[in-house]
């Protein structure tokens, strides 16, 4: 039957089309009747386009579903969430969506009226299916959810989740993976390869890290949940995976410590209270198995899906509930299990220890069904609890932030990279901050502010969200005794986001006054038009219609790109990171681009960076590119010497590496077209007919060497590089490429190619050295071509890096360096501190007629260290601009490496 369909009106209108059932009931379509298997049956996988079929004709014969089209996903495939409650909530939708997002908004309500408020609503709750899609269950269970609450009619539990609650339900927040994992099974099923894992990511980029984007929302799937979220504003959030830590069939909050500084501590509640009432419901089903706490899933890095939304006063968390592989069952005995599990004693968070037996999917889509139920029947009993909540923990923080600091972040337009202050307001927009301009001058903690300074009011309900991502993190020491080794963070332990991406931000370190807020004026912009390619640049945050986050952050806007000066040449400032799209255009528009080399600091005389100069352009032409990369550029006479635009390899091995889908996003972000270079391509060598640069992403040299296992997955797939392919690198190398080896795969390079470089931690114990992911300070020398752009001292985000000692035959040169004194840290966690000082974390080897450029350091970390990003793309570029670097200073290879550093602290040289 064709659903009807319905026009939703509201203020926002972001679900312009609502395909709604008919009036009375119908007999509804069974999972088993549309997909012809029931959900969790052994050895079947139900696809995005399965599950969406069946939802749609679950949809047009149930009342209590509606399924709502919200976007489309980074391949296309449109996407669809099921708001599910009794018909007369439906009816009401609007109504109760303002309720929740006036809660969520407190400002001007009393307490009286948000009792009030809290009274007549309905709670609201985001249930997920899951976005790491090699965990397959979750997102068959949520079929099986929307049919067991739509089809229900006896059960007074259910009854009254449909009355009290209205649920936000996402068959999957990762439709592409859905359908990639489950056509990847379907394809070696009753092979040998059926439990084979997946030689791809399983989102178009960056598979795993789908959630890691929490905040910076680079994936066209994080823009799309965050945009439904902060337009529902639900008061709790539930996002389902499956890596319990074995043998527990399902970890359940309480989180692990450590947990974030700036979170109501309502939500952490809220969220304790969920976990306990979920254990207690999975013990009356006599599911056993439910653990808590435990040493890892803490809730330390704020940008995991679920967690982003804790500093939103949203009561948010996940579950990960049992997994074998895929829909394949597995038998279990208690000699399977650690040791120090067989006992199978009963522990306070873990009192019914699972006694191992069968597992299958159907377990699991059954420990997440009673899950699921558990939080919408805690939703229902304390829905007015829920409510109130949340306005609470709103009002409170901003009462907080008109009592004590900060009271409000500027940030000036003036930036190293203006553009880079526009990406983090617009993310931040997005994420619902309310940001504002100064209409005139102000002083702000002593400094005199220009109009136009962008400002972060802190008087703002989810004010704790920015405080989180702009403060420094000390990560605690935490150890289980006292001499024991360091508990290692479960993600990363520092992210200081103005320092990632390099932009000055001032906080207020006094109240806001009237004077002073009379002259804060709202910023609005037009939304960016729909992309639905999914291919969204930074400059189009906004992947939807009509919504009141787009129209902010498409009013973010950097200054208008200037030129200044005469001259035939442009000179592009790699400072400033659109320098890069703006290179990529000029090559394809035919025009002439070529690298001036900088000169190296000479005592007092500080270094001249080096920059990119384009000639050949017509004035339109020119003007175009300025103006849309809002550069501000200078005209020059000067020349420098001609690069032809390289040809990118990026080492895609099939072992999926979540780093090198970030670097292919980086580069492709940036105009760069590189091409995917596999096993295959580097043994059969000759690589240099075919590549300039080879770029190999943060990769673990066992995993270049020796990819996936023989006999794990199909014949195809298996194996590294081996040693033939060590011979093809080495011989790229010495014809004239370049290679850029990025943080762990720089060994692979040492030992491969027998660089004369060591890696001075690399043996360290782990009670000894820690680097943990965040922020070090490194001395860089912006003259080298690799660095051109970068200020003396850098941010640099490092994550279990090496750090390079180089040895006496060594040629080349090191352009960042650790400082011989004080330490490096500046955000995060760092043990050891004085096994680096003075050593490199940057190094140009040369190798024959080629370069190996060893990269200590992540300068493409999760899209994020915008102050970071020109490393690795003027490393892409290495192969054009040293040959300008030869040209101009003939002492490029003569002096010293790095000659600021060798030997300062007289120890020997160490660098
Ligand atoms: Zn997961």
Do not use: C
């Not at 804790?310 to 208690?334: I, K, S």
């Not at 006054?513 to 037009?526: E, I, K, Q, S, Y």
């Not at 635009?645 to 990026?650: D, E, K, T, V």
């Not at 979540?658 to 270079?677: K, P, Q, S």
């Amino acid at each position: 039957m064709r659903p009807a369909i319905r026009r939703l009106s509201g203020p926002t209108l972001l679900f312009a089309l609502v395909l709604t059932g008919p009036a009375r009931a119908q007999p509804l379509p069974t999972p088993e009747s549309v997909l012809g298997h029931r959900i969790g049956d052994d050895f079947y996988l139900a696809t995005w386009e399965e599950s969406l079929d069946y939802l749609r004709q679950l949809a047009a014969a149930s009342d209590r579903v509606h399924l709502v089209e919200v976007g489309r996903t980074s391949f296309g495939r449109p996407w669809y969430v099921a708001v599910i409650s009794s018909p007369d909530n439906l009816a009401d939708l609007d109504r109760y969506r303002s309720i929740a997002r006036r809660l969520a908004h407190p400002e001007g309500l009393t307490d009286a009226e948000a009792h009030r408020l809290a009274r007549e609503g309905k709670a609201i709750v985001h249930i997920d299916g899951g976005l790491h899609a090699s965990e397959v269950a979750h997102a068959q269970h949520t079929v099986q959810l929307a049919y067991d609450l739509a089809s229900e009619t006896e059960d007074p539990e259910i009854l009254a989740i449909l009355d009290n609650v209205i649920l936000l339900l996402w068959p999957s927040i990762n439709p592409d993976g859905q359908t990639i994992v489950a056509e990847w099974y379907r394809s070696n099923l009753g092979t040998p390869y059926e439990v084979a894992p997946l030689p791809r990511l399983y989102q178009k980029y960056i598979g795993h890290d789908n959630n890691r984007d929490g905040y910076m929302l680079n994936m066209i799937e994080s823009r799309v949940v965050t945009r439904v979220l902060r337009d529902w504003e639900p008061q709790l959030l539930y996002n389902h995976h499956q890596t319990a830590p074995f043998p527990a069939r399902i970890w359940i909050p309480p989180f692990a410590e450590p947990i974030s500084e700036f979170v109501h501590p309502l939500m952490w509640r809220t969220v304790n209270l969920m976990g306990m009432a979920m254990a207690e419901a999975l013990e009356e089903r006599g599911q056993r198995g439910a653990v808590h706490m435990g040493s890892g899933f803490d809730n330390w890095y704020p940008g995991f899906m679920d967690h982003a939304n804790n500093f939103h006063n949203v009561a948010a968390f996940l579950t990960e509930t049992g997994l074998y592989r895929y829909a394949t069952p597995h038998f279990y005995t208690v000699n399977d299990f650690p040791r120090s599990r067989r006992d199978l004693r009963p522990r306070s968070l873990y009192a019914s220890p699972w006694e191992g037996g069968w597992w299958r999917l159907r377990d699991a889509v059954d420990y997440m069904l009673t899950a699921s139920i558990s939080v919408l029947d805690f939703a229902a009993k304390y829905r007015e609890d829920v409510l109130y909540n949340r306005y609470q923990a709103g009002r409170d923080v901003i009462a907080g932030y008109r009592s004590n600091p900060p009271f409000g972040y500027f940030i000036p337009e003036a930036q190293r990279d203006p553009v880079a202050a526009v990406e983090l307001l617009r993310r931040l927009a997005f994420n619902g901050i309310e940001v504002r301009r100064l209409s005139r001058e102000a002083v702000v903690a002593g400094e005199t502010m220009p109009a136009g300074t962008w400002v972060i009011p802190m008087d703002q309900p989810f004010a704790n969200f920015v405080r989180q991502l702009f403060a420094v993190q000390h990560y605690p020491d935490l150890r289980e005794f006292p001499e024991g080794p360091p508990e290692q963070p479960y993600d990363v332990a520092g992210w200081t986001l103005p320092w990632q991406m390099d932009v000055r931000v001032v906080a207020a370190d006094a109240p806001l006054d009237a004077d002073l807020r009379a002259a804060f004026t709202p910023v609005r912009g037009t939304p960016v038009p729909w992309s639905a390619d999914g291919d969204a640049s930074p400059f189009d945050m906004v992947p939807g219609p009509g919504f009141d986050t787009d129209s902010v952050a498409a009013g973010i806007r950097p200054p208008p790109g200037r030129v200044r000066g005469r001259g035939n040449r442009l000179r592009l400032d790699p400072a400033q990171n659109n320098a890069f799209r703006a290179l990529n255009r000029a090559w394809a528009l035919g025009a002439r681009v070529a690298y001036r080399a900088g000169t190296p600091r000479d005592g007092d005389t500080p270094p001249v960076a080096g920059s990119y100069l384009v000639s050949g352009l017509d004035r339109a032409a020119g003007d175009r590119m300025v103006s849309d990369y809002a550069l501000q550029v200078e005209r020059t006479g000067e020349d420098g010497v001609a690069m032809p635009r390289p040809r990118i390899g990026l080492y895609r091995p099939w072992q999926p590496s979540i780093d090198a889908g970030w670097t292919r996003w980086l580069l492709e972000m940036y105009g760069f077209d590189a091409r995917d270079v596999t096993n295959g391509d580097v043994r059969a060598g000759r690589l240099h007919d075919r590549f300039d640069v080879l770029i190999v992403a943060d990769i673990s040299p066992r995993q270049i060497r020796e990819g996936f296992q023989k006999g794990r997955v199909p014949p195809r797939y298996a194996g590294g590089l081996g040693a033939v392919g060590a011979r093809a690198l080495d011989a790229f190398v010495r014809d004239g490429g370049t290679l850029v080896a990025v943080n762990g795969s720089a060994q692979y390079a040492i030992d491969e190619l027998h660089l004369p470089v060591k890696n001075v931690v690399g043996k360290l114990q782990r009670k000894k050295f820690f680097m943990s992911g965040g922020l070090l300070e490194m001395i860089v020398d912006p003259s080298h071509p690799v660095m051109a752009g970068m200020p003396e001292r850098a941010r640099i985000f490092v994550d279990h890096s090496p750090v390079f000692d180089v040895e006496d035959n060594f040629e080349g040169s090191v352009f960042a360096h650790y400082e011989t004194t004080g330490s490096p840290l500046l955000s995060g966690y760092l043990l050891g501190e004085d096994y680096l000082k003075g050593y490199a974390a940057g190094v140009d080897v040369r190798h024959g007629t080629g370069h190996v450029v060893l990269l200590g350091m992540r300068p493409q970390w999760r899209g994020q260290p915008f102050g970071n990003f020109r490393i690795l793309l003027n490393a892409a570029l290495y192969e054009g601009s040293v040959a300008a670097a030869h040209v101009n200073n003939d002492s490029f290879w003569s002096s010293p490496p790095s000659s600021d550093t060798t030997d300062s602290n007289g120890d020997g040289g160490r660098r």
